[in-house]
């Protein structure tokens, strides 16, 4: 059997295949695995977070807890070196949100849940803290899963929550005000904890420098996608449709609207939002936005095609940006490649170099030339150098030095 055809399991399940995780867990109970990842060391320390958060272009935030008054404080960085002189010896978090758009050790560990399509992923996120450091009981409305780095950390998983769970007014994190505890775990570094969307659970710093890393997975709201949904059309309709009614009958009261004329209006939004050829780039676009355009960094000279051929010939290496996007949709004569909010559309005969873009972190000049093997012309070829040009030029793609 051809062992390219062979399903790639991942060894951080603990022995579960990823069809039993989906079918048993995923969204609907929890799940710890001791040690995921055997002998784990942390790849980044508390020093290397505390200077992120000094950086204006990460996102990162300290939460402070106040035991006496049952109180948490939030505080937004970019920070500076007194800041963190001025906290308290315990019960602080310092948390770093999307590390593995700057960190590539980081981004190699998040490539390991690829038994999850790629734009569900959303970050990771590092949290940071000193003995009885913790953001308080709270729940996610996302998938998580909790990757012990460093140190210890309790857990403890309580009830499901909604909209209707009550917080604790004198915070502006969203603090459960009653936690029903139903498990608790100590994790340990490697150790790995699932949690589906809604389950309460609190978490809570056993030991100094403990670092936990949070992969996170998007859940965008109803409102999110139709409201960008709505705008994509408004800003790419050329022709706009307007109302009819042709053959609306006399009303009894001109104060009515009628069923006909909300049938009317209703087919019109309609007919919009079920433009297909609309919605797949759109989709595509939204999906693979980039979480932070900052760590985007375009290439500062114009990256051409003799450019692209000379690297492609002496073997360079091509990378993604560990902070973007990229994602796929195969349609009946054409595959449109989605990088970071763009779209780019090919041909069919394509589909083997947009999934090696979309598979690969790190790609060989030999990988991209054998996935364009099928490009006969120069005149079929084009349109993927231009592509390689544009992300390269754009950030989505770096080139070995």
């Known amino acids: 059997m051809d062992s390219t055809k062979q399903p790639r399991v991942p060894t951080i399940l603990g022995g579960i295949s990823p069809e039993q995780f989906l079918d048993q867990y995923w969204q609907k109970q929890p799940l710890l695995i001791r040690q995921a990842f055997p002998n784990f060391e942390s790849p980044i320390d508390g020093n290397e977070l505390a200077g992120l958060a000094l950086e204006e272009d990460v996102e990162s935030r300290l939460i402070i807890e106040h035991p006496k008054e049952n109180r948490w404080e939030l505080k937004s960085g970019p920070f500076t070196d007194s800041d963190f002189g001025r906290l308290p010896s315990s019960h602080w978090t310092l948390l770093i949100q999307q590390l593995d758009a700057w ?3 980081i981004n190699a560990i998040k490539r390991a849940f690829n038994f999850i399509p790629n734009w569900r992923i959303d970050d990771v996120m590092a949290s940071y803290a000193p003995i009885g450091g913790s953001v308080g009981p709270h729940f996610d409305n996302y998938d998580v899963f909790l990757v012990q780095a460093n140190g210890t950390r309790e857990w403890k998983t309580g009830q499901n929550c909604g909209p209707e769970s009550p917080t604790l007014l004198n915070t502006p994190l969203c603090i459960l005000e009653h936690f029903d505890e139903r498990n608790k775990w100590t994790l340990a570094p490697g150790d790995m904890l699932y949690l589906p969307p809604k389950l309460a659970h609190y978490g809570i710093a056993s030991s100094d420098a403990c670092i936990t890393l949070s992969i ?7 409102s999110q996608l139709l409201g960008s949904f709505t705008d994509f059309i408004l800003e790419r309709s050329n022709h706009p449709a307007f109302y009819e009614d042709p053959t609306f009958n006399l009303q009894d009261n001109p104060g009515e609207i ?16 079920n433009n ?3 919605f797949t780039e759109w989709l595509g676009e939204f999906l693979t936005e980039a979480k932070n355009p900052a760590t985007l960094v375009s290439d500062d000279s114009k990256f051409d095609i003799d450019r692209l051929i000379g690297a492609l010939n002496n073997s360079q290496t091509f990378y993604r940006n560990e902070g973007s996007r990229f994602a796929y949709i195969r349609k009946q004569d054409n595959v449109q490649l989605f990088v970071d909010g763009k779209s780019f559309t ?25 996935s364009s093997a099928t490009l006969r012309s120069d005149e079929q070829i084009k349109p993927v150098h231009q592509v390689l040009c544009e992300l390269i030029n754009l950030g989505s793609i770096l080139l070995e030095d």
């Open 258 to 273: 009628v069923p006909a004329a909300q049938h009317a209006i209703k087919a019109l939004l309609n007919e919009q939002l």
């Open 346 to 370: 090919l041909s069919e005969q394509c589909l083997a170099f947009v999934k090696l873009l979309c598979l690969e972190d790190e790609i060989s000049a030999k990988q991209l030339q054998k």
């Open 103 to 105: 960190s590539s050790e």
């Open 216 to 222: 996170g997975f998007r859940a965008p709201t109803a």
């Open 276 to 278: 297909n050829i609309y």
